[in-house]
């Protein structure tokens, strides 16, 4: 089965994918890319709010190398402390100018919070719903974005891999995997990506997968993409992150992308 998906090249200098499982700390890593989630929610953010088909997401990417950045900033007990003193202050009526710097001043102890940093990142990412209004109105979104446009944290912008449109019409391809010498022979080598698993099977290409990459708990999907992002309440799934080295699967439905110019194909499953 072929299908007509949306495909995004895309280059950021720097990003930093925190896991939402992680809490504000001294040190916080970065996942190798970012979850299904972050590009729905981007997608959500693009339509203001008017997707609510089931579409499906793939991300395939790389990045140079990590870097350790570091900013200042309160410890997590400063917030707390601060917002029942804010209350108390309001009842009292005092204006906001005259108690803040004194607070800060008493209850701020400064600390560094150092973070891990992804350079030199590209991704392509794949878009793909059956819902022709909204594809039409993702694609559109896309092709003339209004908003400023980030991944991971706001300052984390993205451009275009190549000059011109952000996003393209392209077909990709559904293949059955039945064995895994079918799929060396089709070089069909999946990297560079997310691939979902399940904890609880004993099948054997299950497995396989487990044991060809780092195991992560990441956010699937949202229940409501239409709600406020505050209250947006997440599903997670297991996955496991392939690097460079890839995983050739044993069985199961493959996502193949062709780029005609270089003759290249590209392997994902669809988060």
Same mark, same amino acid.
């Given at each position: 089965?072929?299908?007509?998906?949306?495909?995004?090249?895309?280059?950021?200098?720097?990003?930093?994918?925190?896991?939402?499982?992680?809490?504000?700390?001294?040190?916080?890593?970065?996942?190798?890319?970012?979850?299904?989630?972050?590009?729905?929610?981007?997608?959500?953010?693009?339509?203001?709010?008017?997707?609510?088909?089931?579409?499906?997401?793939?991300?395939?990417?790389?990045?140079?190398?990590?870097?350790?950045?570091?900013?200042?900033?309160?410890?997590?007990?400063?917030?707390?402390?601060?917002?029942?003193?804010?209350?108390?202050?309001?009842?009292?009526?005092?204006?906001?100018?005259?108690?803040?710097?004194?607070?800060?001043?008493?209850?701020?102890?400064?600390?560094?919070?150092?973070?891990?940093?992804?350079?030199?990142?590209?991704?392509?990412?794949?878009?793909?719903? &059956?819902?022709?209004? +909204?594809?039409?109105? #993702? *694609?559109?979104?896309?092709?003339?974005?209004? /908003?400023? =446009?980030? %991944?991971?944290?706001?300052?984390?912008?993205?451009?275009?891999?190549?000059?011109?449109?952000?996003?393209? &019409?392209?077909?990709? +391809?559904?293949?059955? #995997? *039945?064995?895994?010498?079918?799929?060396?022979? /089709?070089? =069909?080598? %999946?990297?560079?990506?997310?691939?979902?698993?399940?904890?609880?099977?004993?099948?054997?290409?299950?497995?396989?997968?487990?044991?060809?990459?780092?195991?992560?708990?990441?956010?699937?999907?949202?229940?409501?993409?239409?709600?406020?992002?505050?209250?947006?309440?997440?599903?997670?799934?297991?996955?496991?992150?392939?690097?460079?080295?890839?995983?050739?699967?044993?069985?199961?439905?493959?996502?193949?992308?062709?780029?005609?110019?270089?003759?290249?194909?590209?392997?994902?499953?669809?988060?």
């Amino acid at each position: 089965m072929i299908n007509n998906v949306l495909k995004m090249d895309i280059y950021q200098p720097f990003a930093h994918y925190r896991e939402p499982k992680i809490m504000q700390d001294d040190f916080i890593p970065t996942l190798h890319l970012p979850t299904a989630t972050t590009i729905a929610g981007l997608i959500s953010y693009l339509v203001d709010r008017q997707a609510k088909s089931v579409f499906k997401i793939g991300i395939v990417g790389t990045y140079k190398n990590k870097e350790i950045h570091f900013i200042r900033g309160e410890f997590e007990s400063y917030w707390t402390k601060m917002r029942t003193f804010q209350r108390k202050m309001i009842e009292k009526q005092v204006p906001y100018s005259e108690y803040a710097i004194f607070f800060k001043d008493k209850q701020a102890g400064n600390r560094v919070m150092n973070f891990e940093v992804l350079q030199d990142v590209n991704l392509s990412i794949f878009i793909y719903t &059956e819902n022709a209004t +909204e594809y039409k109105m #993702i *694609k559109e979104a896309l092709e003339s974005p209004t /908003k400023y =446009l980030s %991944i991971g944290r706001k300052e984390d912008f993205f451009v275009p891999q190549n000059k011109g449109c952000f996003v393209r &019409e392209v077909p990709v +391809e559904e293949v059955e #995997i *039945k064995s895994k010498k079918q799929a060396i022979m /089709k070089n =069909l080598c %999946i990297k560079n990506t997310y691939i979902p698993v399940s904890l609880n099977s004993n099948d054997e290409e299950m497995e396989n997968r487990l044991r060809s990459g780092v195991l992560y708990a990441l956010p699937k999907s949202y229940k409501d993409l239409t709600a406020e992002k505050k209250d947006r309440q997440i599903v997670y799934g297991h996955y496991v992150y392939l690097d460079n080295n890839g995983y050739y699967p044993s069985r199961g439905k493959v996502q193949v992308y062709t780029d005609y110019e270089t003759k290249e194909t590209t392997s994902f499953l669809w988060l």
